[in-house]
């Protein structure tokens, strides 16, 4: 199975800061990897897909890249409605796995 | 409106059995694959299962294969996962998600999910 290793697992930060966001693949996968995001109580919403393509609706914030095995998600200046906890997915082969998230609150 | 919604959740003993519905709405259902996702309290996504729009791929991960079955009926609209032999660590709220894709085939980018709906295993 691919791991997805994302750092870090906790993230203070304020309204208006630049923050970023690593995942970790075990192995190659080919910029098949998606970001979501989850806020308390609620399902969790496609931002971004294919490493770096924004989902339609989504903020121009928001913003993915990618280099080799390591993926990031910047979030170029932070809203007070981007404090939430975020995954990475990949789909470069089954089983599709998760990260185990990254918390984002409010310093 | 396009949406999602799950039922069917609730407590169960371990050794038992549920049947998960996701009835789908605001989209051409037959051409989308789809997903359930679960979340463990307190913890991270676990992918569960994937279905071809035609019904004709299936996909599970190790740790529900041979207990748990998805399916669909295109003519209802609805998405089901039959769940059996039931576990502890079966605990969680089940997503129901579709695909990005509109040609019926797993990308496995989940652009729709439902609220969820919780399945709690215990004695």
């Known amino acids: 199975d691919i791991q997805l290793t994302q750092s870090p697992s906790f993230l203070s930060a304020s309204v208006g800061d630049r923050v970023t966001i690593t995942c970790r693949a075990s192995q190659g996968i080919n910029n098949y990897l998606a970001w979501y995001q989850q806020k308390p109580g609620k399902a969790p919403q496609l931002l971004i897909f294919?490493?770096?393509t924004l989902q339609t609706g989504v903020p121009s914030r928001f913003s993915g890249s990618a280099s080799g095995t390591e993926f990031t998600l910047t979030i170029s200046s932070l809203q007070p409605e981007d404090f939430a906890t975020y995954y990475c997915q990949q789909l470069k082969s089954y089983p599709i796995t998760f990260g185990q998230g990254t918390r984002l609150e409010i310093k | 409106e396009v949406q999602l919604l799950e039922s069917g959740g609730g407590l169960v003993q371990p050794g038992g059995s549920l049947r998960l519905s996701c009835a789908a709405s605001?989209?051409?259902?037959?051409?989308?694959?789809m997903y359930w996702v679960r979340q463990a309290p307190g913890k991270g996504l676990e992918w569960v299962s994937a279905m071809s729009g035609s019904a004709g791929t299936t996909y599970y991960p190790d740790s529900v294969r041979g207990r748990f079955t998805i399916s669909r009926d295109n003519s209802k609209n609805t998405l089901y996962l039959q769940m059996n032999y039931l576990r502890a660590e079966d605990t969680a709220v089940y997503y129901c998600?579709?695909?990005?894709?509109?040609?019926?085939?797993?990308?496995?980018?989940?652009?729709?999910w439902g609220r969820g709906t919780l399945v709690a295993v215990s004695s």
């Open positions: 605001g989209f051409t259902f037959s051409r989308s694959a």
């Open positions: 294919a490493a770096s």
């Open positions: 998600a579709k695909d990005l894709r509109t040609f019926g085939d797993l990308s496995g980018y989940l652009d729709l």
